[in-house]
């Protein structure tokens, strides 16, 4: 019996802290959706948005459960700009240090995924007028943009943890998210540029075509990295066969008024 009591009193000790955490980040995230609802926040430049998503990774690294942190964007996805400061701060927290880094890797293909299933929401984030681009931008990661938050202590270079082989086959899932989004073309772009030159040119031009181009009409003409990706690969795709499909692409920019690929242009 005493043998029993000390290991139940053992147990509380390592589980108590654990249940205390999920308890503080539930009323954390409840209470900011809250204040949003009510047009203010107390964490205008997330930085309390981000030490709960170091701590829910640092959950990850412990015990490799995700679904905390899924719990957590199922609750802020309610407002766009919560839900884009998680995404952002999740992947400046796994830049830190490799433990991180591995958590943020690992529990990104789940959270795109669940993510994605918000399309179906009435109304979905990705529609906000202020911060759905952002959010669906987000999705994709990129993490050294985002590492110099107030409570970001980086001693060493901020590690791009990225795997893009790991998002690849959820892309096409992702795409209705980001159809018309210049944001949401660069974030692809960025995705793009860490797979072989192959897979940027046979999935990859689909791909920006359709977030550049809706049923004959396009609503984005150019983003800031759309013009020198489609020069990077176009050499490439003319030795696969699909110049015609890069032209295609091309020529339809520029018709829309993109003068820095009119040299490009047929």
């Not at 700009?81 to 240090?97: I, K, P, Q, V, Y």
Request: glycine content about 8%.
């Amino acid at each position: 019996m005493v043998r029993d009591h000390r290991r139940s009193a053992a147990q509380c000790r390592v589980l108590a802290p654990h249940t205390l955490l999920a308890t503080l980040l539930d009323a954390e995230r409840r209470a900011m959706v809250a204040q949003e609802e009510k047009g203010w926040t107390a964490d205008d430049r997330g930085t309390h948005i981000f030490v709960a998503a170091r701590a829910l990774l640092e959950g990850i690294a412990k015990n490799g459960d995700v679904g905390p942190v899924l719990e957590h964007l199922d609750v802020l996805r309610a407002d766009a700009g919560l839900m884009t400061n998680f995404l952002h701060g999740l992947a400046a927290a796994g830049a830190e240090n490799e433990r991180l880094a591995a958590a943020a890797r690992g529990v990104w293909p789940s959270l795109l995924r669940r993510a994605i299933g918000y399309l179906s929401d009435d109304p979905t984030p990705y529609q906000d007028h202020h911060w759905g681009d952002w959010a669906a931008a987000a999705l994709l990661p990129d993490p050294l943009p985002w590492t110099q938050g107030l409570y970001n202590e980086i001693i060493g270079a901020p590690i791009d943890w990225v795997r893009a082989e790991d998002l690849v086959e959820l892309i096409d899932e992702w795409l209705p998210a980001a159809h018309g989004e210049m944001k949401c073309v660069d974030g692809l772009i960025g995705i793009l540029r860490k797979l072989p030159m192959e897979v940027q040119v046979t999935r990859g031009l689909r791909w920006v075509s359709d977030l550049c181009i809706q049923e004959g009409c396009v609503t984005v003409k150019q983003s800031f990295l759309s013009n020198d990706w489609l020069k990077e690969i176009r050499s490439t795709a003319e030795e696969l066969g699909r110049l015609a499909e890069w032209q295609m692409l091309v020529d339809s920019l520029v018709v829309a008024g993109n003068e820095g690929l009119a040299p490009y242009s047929r």
